[in-house]
C-alpha cells in the first residue's frame, strides 16, 4: 500500500503520522495475516521493544488492529479492515489457525456466525471463533 494510504488510516483512527507506526501498519497490510510482538521485533529491527510494544496498544485503542487471543499464551493481532473505531471493536469474522505452520489470519470472507444467546444475566463481550485445520499453502505443499 502507498504511503498516502497508510497516512489516511492513520488519520481517520486519530493518530498521529509516524515513522514507526507507518512500518507497522505496512508489514500488517503486506503479510495479510495476524502478527505477533515478536513478529514485529524481528521484522522491524531499527525500532525497541518498547516502541513496539506502545505502538500495538495504541494501534488496538485505535480501531487500527485488533488482539486475537492463541492457545499458546502469545497474543497476535490483525487489522481491523476499516471495521472499528476507539469506542467500538467489531469482529464478525473467524480467525484460522493452521495446525502444520502455526500461521494465524483473520478470515474476512462471509461466514455465517451462529448467534449466541446467554442467560439474561450475563452480558457478552467479545467473541472470538478460531478454527484448526491446515491452510491452503500448507495444504498444496
Do not use: W
Not at 62 to 71: A, E, Q, T, W, Y
Not at 75 to 92: I, K, L, N, R
Amino acid at each position: 500500500m502507498e504511503t498516502k494510504g497508510r497516512k489516511e488510516i492513520l488519520k481517520r483512527h486519530g493518530m498521529r503520522v509516524t515513522d514507526c507506526r507507518l512500518d507497522v501498519l505496512d508489514l500488517f497490510i503486506n503479510r495479510k495475516q495476524a502478527l505477533s510482538q515478536k513478529d514485529l521485533e524481528e521484522n522491524l529491527t531499527a525500532y525497541d521493544r518498547v516502541t513496539l510494544y506502545r505502538t500495538l496498544h495504541s494501534f488496538i485503542d485505535s480501531g487500527v488492529l485488533h488482539k486475537i487471543p492463541n492457545d499458546n499464551g502469545i497474543a497476535s493481532y490483525g487489522v481491523c479492515f476499516d471495521t472499528c473505531s476507539p469506542e467500538s471493536h467489531q469482529h464478525d469474522h473467524v480467525h484460522f489457525k493452521c495446525t502444520a505452520c502455526g500461521q494465524l489470519e483473520c478470515i474476512e470472507e462471509h461466514i455465517h456466525l451462529p448467534a449466541i444467546s446467554l442467560p439474561r444475566d450475563y452480558k457478552m463481550g467479545a467473541v472470538d471463533i478460531i478454527v484448526n485445520g491446515v491452510c491452503g499453502t500448507c495444504t498444496a505443499g
